[in-house]
């Protein structure tokens, strides 16, 4: 009798141990599902990372580049300098408005022109991440990619934005719609201050934080919208 029971005591055992056995692998399974399990190599998180910056600023460059990419767009569309903004009041209280949104418009036509350049810049600044780079871009705001980016391209990218943006400037005539604001407001203004600031840079400097901005969004999209992930990579790279 004592045997019988001994017996029975240790199947029980058995049995609860390969139960808890059971268990266990079946949260591991559902763990990997769900990619709570699923681990993260150097090169995973360096390959995820890298795609995150190519297709965010792909997609941004790519939306600021096309006709009124800046100029329909709310939060991006380049206005008239703060310094001048006396100037365009003054302007179109005397009959000039059409002058002051010819030299709006030109100015957002030449930033979309310049976003043209902007991917390869990015491409190559992509390319030389690092794994420290990637890790702390991960472990990072929700913009940290974009700070990265901006860190490493925006010499290269205002180099590069500048004669683009003078060309364009020109090409549709903006620098002679400036000159011909400016030059009317001062005729106007002969007891003012005298105003004549570089468009040129002006433009550049809004061009290169509308394209930054437009980047943080693709990249928001990208760490909180799983649909926005659009390859593997991606996928368990944000998902973790």
């Not at 699923?38 to 990372?49: F, M």
């Not at 703060?82 to 408005?97: I, N, Q």
């Not at 105003?195 to 437009?214: C, M, R, W």
């Amino acid at each position: 009798m004592k045997q019988i029971l001994t017996l029975l005591i240790l199947l029980s055992v058995v049995q609860t141990q390969a139960d808890a056995q059971l268990k266990g692998l079946l949260n591991k399974a559902k763990d990997a599902i769900s990619g709570k399990s699923v681990s993260l190599s150097n090169d995973d998180i360096v390959a995820g990372l890298k795609e995150a910056l190519a297709v965010g600023s792909q997609k941004g460059a790519n939306s600021l580049s096309q006709v009124d990419g800046f100029f329909a767009n709310a939060a991006l569309k380049i206005l008239l300098p703060p310094e001048a903004a006396k100037v365009e009041s003054t302007l179109r209280k005397v009959g000039l408005g059409k002058q002051v949104d010819d030299a709006i418009l030109s100015m957002n036509r030449a930033a979309e022109d310049a976003c043209k350049s902007a991917a390869p810049i990015f491409g190559n600044a992509i390319k030389q991440m690092s794994f420290q780079d990637a890790l702390g871009i991960l472990k990072g705001g929700d913009t940290a990619a974009t700070g990265y980016l901006r860190g490493k391209t925006s010499t290269e990218l205002t180099n590069a934005f500048r004669p683009v943006i003078e060309q364009s400037l020109e090409k549709v005539n903006a620098t002679k719609y400036w000159n011909t604001l400016i030059s009317s407001y001062n005729k106007i203004n002969i007891l003012g201050k005298k105003i004549n600031p570089d468009l040129s840079a002006y433009v550049t400097e809004k061009a290169l934080s509308g394209i930054f901005h437009q980047v943080a969004i693709e990249e928001q999209n990208i760490r909180k919208d799983p649909m926005a992930r659009t390859s593997e990579i991606l996928k368990k790279v944000f998902a973790k």
